[in-house]
């Protein structure tokens, strides 16, 4: 079945426009589904777990001419923070399309950026009234949560959505998160050690970066940023990098002139 906002290889993202996200994320992948853990860095970091059953879902007519032209405007918007502009055409297309479930999850995510915590909240749980269980919905509630630093609230949604996926790389390092910002070092550290260096996705780099970050070792931070930018294309990097960026840790956007100033890169774990 063909929509307005194809899933696009299902590559990158758990939200399209994640708080605080990049346009690029949002062009790659308007559709906010979680990734999961097994995806290959050169396909983008994450595959989602699982794709939308379209089975259950009402027939969505194809996109007009004018519908897919009103879509690059919205994504020319947002990649120029023009949220509330973003927002409007989401709207007016949300009007022709009603049933559009990726559109509303688009709608949920702009609210989020432009931290209107209410109502994007509102708007993930008219989503999850039809679906309960739709994992995106459930990820931006999650993501309002912690970005207004209610962690512990955020890190229940979490644990919630890693239940149902352990193995998606993004919900243990956004848990991981939760304690590090609420100072719990020693929690902190432990899930530090677990994550795999090895794997494939940027947390290993990104959850390295962020303790570094934390204890004032910002050449160390950076070393472990520069050598994800290496290995990861910019849309996965940066969905990691978004929680750095808004706890001040980052000025700017990795990968494609936006990594870190030149430094050295972080030296290789020893093997285990």
Do not use: H
Request: net charge positive; aromatic share 10%; charged share 20%.
């Amino acid at each position: 079945m063909k929509r307005l906002l194809p899933l696009l290889a299902l590559c990158a993202v758990p939200a399209a426009l994640p708080l605080p996200a990049s346009a690029q994320t949002l062009a790659a992948n308007p559709t906010p589904t979680p990734p999961a853990s097994s995806a290959s860095p050169s396909a983008g970091s994450a595959a989602p777990s699982a794709a939308p059953d379209s089975s259950a879902a009402p027939a969505i007519p194809a996109p007009t001419p004018d519908q897919i032209a009103k879509w690059q405007q919205a994504l020319n918007a947002f990649a120029g923070e023009k949220y509330a502009d973003a927002l409007a055409i989401v709207e007016d297309l949300i009007k022709a399309r009603p049933l559009d479930t990726q559109l509303l999850l688009v709608r949920g995510n702009i609210l989020l950026k432009m931290e209107k915590w209410p109502q994007a909240v509102d708007q993930f749980n008219a989503i999850l009234k039809n679906n309960p269980k739709d994992a995106s919905a459930r990820y931006g509630i999650a993501e309002c949560s912690y970005y207004q630093q209610k962690y512990a609230d955020a890190r229940d949604l979490y644990q919630k959505l890693s239940a149902d996926d352990p193995r998606n790389d993004l919900f243990t390092y956004k848990i991981y998160l939760t304690y590090l910002m609420e100072g719990n070092m020693t929690e902190a550290k432990n899930r530090l050690d677990k994550f795999d260096f090895a794997g494939n996705s940027p947390a290993y780099y990104f959850a390295q970066a962020a303790w570094n970050y934390k204890q004032g070792k910002t050449a160390d931070a950076e070393g472990y940023i520069a050598s994800s930018v290496g290995i990861y294309p910019p849309i996965s990097n940066n969905l990691f990098a978004d929680p750095l960026m808004s706890a001040g840790w980052l000025k700017k956007k990795v990968g494609q002139g936006g990594a870190p100033a030149t430094p050295a890169a972080a030296p290789t774990p020893a093997a285990k």
